[in-house]
Nanobody, 121 residues
């Protein structure tokens, strides 16, 4: 069993910052890519940022130069630093990760329960 638990969401004014965290726990041998998605009401879930096990990152165009994804492999945690927030960044933010629970086992994708980010204008 693997669990991902997000934290750090909340209400912030436009131009402000928030830092999201997502900690993985359970039976974990290895974590490959870790990602942040978001979903606003009435919209499809979209990929915001991703980071692989080597630290290579990529971002959605809408958040480049404002958001930074990072990870602490020892703590099995991924972060999303969000700066210069805009009202259109308001959404539920979800992390996911590709996790292998045993040596030689295949990787499965796990999701967190989500954390709400609301940016007021």
């Amino acid at each position: 069993q693997v669990q991902l638990v997000e934290s750090g969401g909340g209400l912030v004014q436009a131009g402000g910052s928030l830092r999201l965290s997502c900690a993985a726990s359970g039976v974990i041998f290895s974590i490959n890519a870790m990602r942040w998605y978001r979903q606003a009401p009435g919209k499809q879930r979209e990929l915001v940022a991703a980071i692989n096990s080597g630290g290579i990152t990529n971002y959605a165009d809408s958040v480049k130069d404002r958001f930074t994804i990072s990870r602490d492999n020892a703590k099995k945690t991924v972060f999303l630093q969000m700066n210069s927030l805009k009202p259109e960044d308001s959404a539920a933010y979800y992390c996911n990760a590709d996790v292998s629970s045993y040596s030689g086992a295949y990787y499965r994708v796990y999701w967190g329960q989500g954390t709400q980010v609301t940016v007021s204008s």
